[in-house]
């Protein structure tokens, strides 16, 4: 006997077992009011800081980097979580653990290269900053 809403496939299967879905404790599918969730906060974590560059709406460039860069972590947040459907529970957590594993290793790759290319900048071209001083006149 089925329960309702089960669907029974022409060749007498359960549905949710014929896809691998048994139902078990496994978050629910992307719905459409989810994707236009994700859809809109994307849209707006784009406008503002195309906004906040445009507009010329914080004078400061670190600031706004800053503030950019921040814009841009949301929004990755937004398109793990309302698009990947990756949270703690999918998959016992794992998912989320390479996620983690993986931000943690692009995080030390990117920071090290610019440490290496700013420390190299800084040691091979020592007399640029003191010809830059005395171009300018002082």
Known sequence: MTAPG?????????????HGHDGGGQPAHATLKGYLTGFVLAVILTVIPFWLVMGHVIGDA????????????????VH??????????????????????????????????????YTE????????SQSLHHAMGR
């Open 6 to 18: 089960d669907e029974i496939h022409a060749h007498g299967g359960d549905a949710r077992v014929a």
């Open 62 to 77: 670190g600031v706004a980097s800053a503030v950019i860069l921040g814009l841009a972590a949301v929004q990755i947040v």
């Open 80 to 117: 793990v979580v309302y698009f990947l459907h990756m949270d703690t529970t999918s998959e016992h957590g794992w998912n989320m653990l390479a996620l983690i594993f993986t931000a943690v290793l692009v995080t030390i790759v990117l920071g090290a290269s610019i440490w290496v290319m």
């Open 121 to 128: 900048n800084a040691n091979m071209m020592p007399m640029a």
